[in-house]
């Protein structure tokens, strides 16, 4: 079963991305935007994603780095979300095996 800190914490993740991306929106909402700042805008969850993320390209837990490599191979191939699920799939289960 999962532990109650890790649900709260994926669930608190999961509402943080969803916030930024429509805080701007909403800051905005009376506004033209240019195709620029539309642009900006949906990849403010990217942003928060990587952030989460760079710690890891200095771990020293192989797991960690083997599924930051298939991340990154999924990232030049698929979009946003298949790469997340990607990543978070292969590193749970190399963390498992390892």
């Known amino acids: 079963m999962i532990d109650v800190h890790t649900l709260a914490t994926i669930l ?8 930024t ?5 909403l800051a905005l909402r009376n506004r033209t935007l ?3 700042m539309k642009a900006v805008l ?6 928060v994603l990587i952030s989460v993320i ?9 797991a960690d780095l083997l599924g930051l ?5 999924a990232a030049t191939r698929l979009g946003l979300l298949p790469t997340v699920l990607i990543g978070v ?5 190399l963390r498992h095996l390892m």
């Open 12 to 19: 608190l993740m999961a509402l943080t991305t969803y916030l």
């Open 89 to 93: 799939a292969s590193t749970g289960l």
């Open 34 to 36: 240019s195709p620029r």
């Open 54 to 62: 760079a710690p890891r390209f200095v771990s020293d837990q192989p």
């Open 42 to 47: 949906e990849n403010v969850p990217g942003c």
């Open 21 to 25: 991306r429509i805080a701007g929106y």
């Open 69 to 73: 490599a298939i991340t990154l191979l």
